[in-house]
T-cell receptor, first 116, second 115 residues
Framework: AQKVTQAQTEISVVEKEDVTLDCVYE???????LFWYKQPPSGELVFLIRRNSFDEQNEISGRYSWNFQKSTSSFNFTITASQVVDSAVYFCALSEASTGRRALTFGSGTRLQVQP | GAGVSQSPRYKVAKRGQDVALRCDPI?????LFWYQQALGQGPEFLTY????????KSGLPSDRFFAERPEGSVSTLKIQRTQQEDSAVYLC?????????????FGPGTRLLVL
């Protein structure tokens, strides 16, 4: 069965520090998709990125970057030069192609607090 | 609309009451999902619709939970005889077709508190 583990429950950093949020996943499927979502205090889950299992290229979007490594089943998320507005709960999620299930399996989230 | 909307945003119910939660997906999105998010946890899947067809309800925790999407657009999640363990945020999401690679876009959620 699929599983997503976010071992870091809470991280606190000072503004301008770099921070990495870890995500480890388990799946038996060879085709799968990984996602990161941000949940600010307002509660809405905001989509950040989607990766498929065949694309291990790292991605950078502004201050955000993602490191996907199939060898370690990890999909880590780094925020460079963090800002107070980055404070939120971040979720990693997985969906599998072959099962036909459309549901996302989420990790338990990492709460990031960026102090000014 | 521009995004997924949900109503009410907050609901307080007495134990044993029935509640109905509404989700309005992004216009034109075929697929609609319901998730339950307990405090301090990640969302957990409840059920999935493609148009009006409920294709997966494997996540519904009991027969007190019922969802419908009669015209393939707005969906209602109904919880009968609410229990305290039903207290959670109920999130709705939609996607264009529902393929596994598609991004699901989430609404703001309904926070349900059962007293």
């Amino acid at each position: 069965a699929q599983k997503v583990t976010q071992a870091q429950t809470e991280i606190s950093v000072v503004e301008k520090e770099d921070v990495t949020l870890d995500c480890v996943y388990e799946t038996r499927d060879t085709t799968y998709y990984l996602f990161w979502y941000k949940q600010p205090p307002s509660g809405e889950l905001v989509f950040l990125i989607r990766r498929n299992s065949f694309d291990e290229q790292n991605e950078i979007s502004g201050r955000y970057s993602w490191n996907f490594q199939k060898s370690t089943s990890s999909f880590n998320f780094t925020i460079t030069a963090s800002q107070v507005v980055d404070s939120a709960v971040y979720f990693c999620a997985l969906s599998e192609a072959s099962t036909g299930r459309r549901a996302l399996t989420f990790g338990s989230g990492t709460r990031l607090q960026v102090q000014p | 609309g521009a995004g997924v909307s949900q109503s009410p945003r907050y609901k307080v119910a007495k134990r044993g009451q029935d509640v109905a939660l509404r989700c309005d997906p992004i216009s034109g999105h075929v697929s609609l999902f319901w998730y339950q998010q307990a405090l301090g946890q990640g969302p957990e899947f409840l059920t999935y619709f493609q148009n009006e067809a409920q294709l997966d309800k494997s996540g519904l925790p009991s027969d007190r939970f019922f969802a419908e999407r009669p015209e393939g657009s707005v969906s209602t999640l109904k919880i009968q005889r609410t229990q305290q363990e039903d207290s959670a945020v109920y999130l709705c999401a939609s996607s264009l077709y529902g393929a596994t690679q598609e991004t699901q876009y989430f609404g703001p959620g309904t926070r349900l508190l059962v007293l």
